[in-house]
């Protein structure tokens, strides 16, 4: 096993994503796994989940905890962000360095060839990222992990209506209320339907705009990853309402697993990952198209089949999936190096 370090870039209850997820999972495969919190703590060494430890300390961390444990076992680098290059490098200094590719933000893109040629292998969460790195980068391992189900999705017990939650219909969003979300979209679906509730669970992010001249849509605001359970039982349609832009594109939406694993309807815009995720998440093209289905949806009774069956395909897409995945890449890196 592996002494994994995740360098500072996100807190630990930031949402529950990716890193978290994947993290979690290599803690329960055996790994000791390091997550450098951004912002400070009560103490150093929180275990957030077995063999997954928080600390913010790195000078502490260096001298002290990791210049015991590199003796014994192998030190593997593992980040999201193509920034952390020199900091895992210089600071760290692991024995290996894995790059996970899981955005394709524009202003992230002149870090990402050294972040590159620094690492032993690379990750990505997307068809469309593992194309255009196995273009660029054509000498180096590259393995495509999707994101994927929490198992806290599924089986969630009956419990009643949340009390912030509008009496009626609701068709939700959850997730970063942000602007890469087509803002036009929903504002016309919510003008389409006046007598449904259009709801958003998610932190703001960026400039959005002002919905309160639309009295069916509710701002919730963001909440703790572990009570969204109690809201998506109550859902009739959750939607993934993206513009059609270099982000999206790339994007695996973690959304769509959990939306998927707790039986709610999807309905998402034509991105990529979720147009191979069909027929259990339906996709529109256009505004028209999306606002047609999301009337249809809404019309018609869920039927038990499709709702078993969107289920059964979260259940094969879980992150235990992931996580062992993301172990054998483990594995296959100190295999190479011989560590």
Same mark, same amino acid.
């Given at each position: 096993m592996a002494i994994i370090i995740y360098p500072k870039t996100m807190n630990w209850t930031y949402m529950r994503q990716r890193p978290q997820q994947l993290l979690t999972q290599l803690g329960a495969k055996g790994h000791q796994v390091f997550f450098e919190n951004l912002a400070p703590l009560d103490r150093e060494f929180v275990e957030a989940e077995p063999n997954v430890f928080l600390f913010t300390d790195h000078h502490a961390f260096v001298r002290q905890k990791l210049r015991h444990l590199r003796k014994t076992e192998p030190v593997i680098g593992w980040t999201?962000?193509? /920034?952390?290059?020199?900091?895992?490098?210089?600071?760290?200094?692991?024995?290996a360095i894995i790059y996970d590719c899981c955005d394709e933000f524009p202003q992230w893109a002149k870090y990402e060839p050294k972040m590159v040629d620094a690492a032993d292998h690379l990750v990505c969460t997307a068809e469309s990222? /593992?194309?255009?790195?196995?273009?660029?980068?054509?000498?180096?391992?590259?393995?495509?992990?999707?994101?994927?189900?929490?198992?806290?999705?599924?089986? #969630?017990?009956?419990?009643?209506?949340? !009390?912030?939650?509008?009496s009626g219909k609701i068709v939700a969003y959850i997730g970063a209320w942000a602007y890469w979300l087509?803002?036009?979209?929903?504002?016309?679906? $919510?003008?389409?339907?006046?007598?449904?509730?259009?709801?958003?669970? @998610?932190?703001?992010?960026?400039?959005?705009?002002?919905y309160t001249?639309?009295?069916?849509?509710?701002?919730?605001?963001?909440?703790?990853? @572990?009570?969204l359970k109690a809201y998506l039982? !109550?859902?009739?349609?959750?939607?993934?309402?993206?513009?059609?832009?270099?982000?999206?594109?790339?994007?695996?939406?973690?959304?769509?697993?959990?939306?998927? $694993?707790? @039986?709610?309807?999807?309905?998402?815009?034509?991105?990529?990952?979720? #147009?191979?995720?069909?027929?259990?998440?339906?996709?529109?093209?256009?505004?028209?198209d999306f606002i047609e289905k999301l009337g249809a949806m809404l019309s018609r009774p869920d039927a038990p089949a499709a709702r078993e069956q969107r289920i059964a395909f979260a259940r094969v897409n879980r992150w235990e999936e992931r996580g062992e995945a993301a172990h054998q890449v483990i594995m296959e890196v100190l295999k190479r190096r011989h560590l």
């Open positions: 999201t962000w193509a /920034r952390q290059r020199t900091r895992l490098s210089s600071l760290f200094r692991p024995d990222i /593992r194309t255009r790195l196995s273009l660029a980068y054509p000498d180096k391992p590259l393995t495509l992990i999707p994101n994927g189900a929490d198992n806290g999705f599924f089986n #969630i017990p009956a419990a009643n209506r949340p !009390h912030d939650f509008p087509d803002h036009e979209l929903m504002a016309q679906a $919510a003008k389409a339907y006046p007598d449904v509730q259009f709801v958003s669970i @998610g932190a703001p992010y960026g400039d959005i705009p002002d001249r639309l009295s069916n849509v509710h701002i919730l605001g963001e909440k703790p990853h @572990g009570e039982p !109550h859902i009739d349609v959750a939607l993934i309402p993206f513009q059609y832009h270099p982000i999206t594109l790339a994007t695996n939406p973690v959304k769509a697993y959990e939306y998927m $694993a707790a @039986g709610v309807p999807v309905l998402s815009t034509a991105l990529p990952e979720c #147009i191979r995720m069909e027929p259990h998440v339906t996709t529109a093209t256009t505004h028209a």
